[in-house]
């Protein structure tokens, strides 16, 4: 499997709003796992979300550091798994693969469901990314938006 092409497609299709077709892709993704192969795939998929924000925001300038916020946890539970990937994506892009290493291994450490879950979760946060970025793109004739700091 080649490891950032097997992303793609499922990229591409929670961008187009193909749902129906992001599940399985999702799942034959968790199913490949292979402790480096995945660590090069949820890098992979963290490059994606950093191409995303440079849509987003243009590239940031050398001294600032990428930040995503999570979710309000006064608005009610919130699954451990997403936070996580939040957490996972934030380190890739802001260049701290130690982070992005010792986040991996305790998602792998959590058994086949957790770490399934982590995959699940960084999937759909990087998809959500993206599809900001392609609507944002195509509304505003693909000129990047200000970098908000």
Request: with cysteine; aromatic share 6%.
């Amino acid at each position: 499997m080649d490891t950032p092409s097997c992303t793609q497609p499922v990229l591409l299709r929670d961008a187009n709003g193909d749902f129906s077709q992001v599940a399985p892709a999702r799942s034959d993704i968790a199913a490949a796992t292979d402790g480096r192969e995945m660590y090069g795939v949820c890098c992979a998929l963290a490059e994606a979300a950093r191409q995303a924000l440079i849509r987003l925001y243009g590239h940031p300038s050398p001294q600032l550091l990428w930040a995503l916020a999570a979710p309000d946890p006064a608005e009610g539970p919130q699954h451990p798994a997403r936070n996580f990937s939040l957490r996972f994506i934030t380190a890739y892009v802001n260049g701290d693969l130690l982070t992005c290493q010792a986040l991996h291994q305790a998602a792998a450490s959590a058994g086949s469901q957790g770490y399934e879950h982590f995959l699940k979760a960084l999937i759909a946060g990087v998809s959500d990314l993206t599809r900001v970025a392609l609507e944002e793109r195509t509304a505003n004739s693909e000129t990047p938006a200000q970098h908000p700091y």
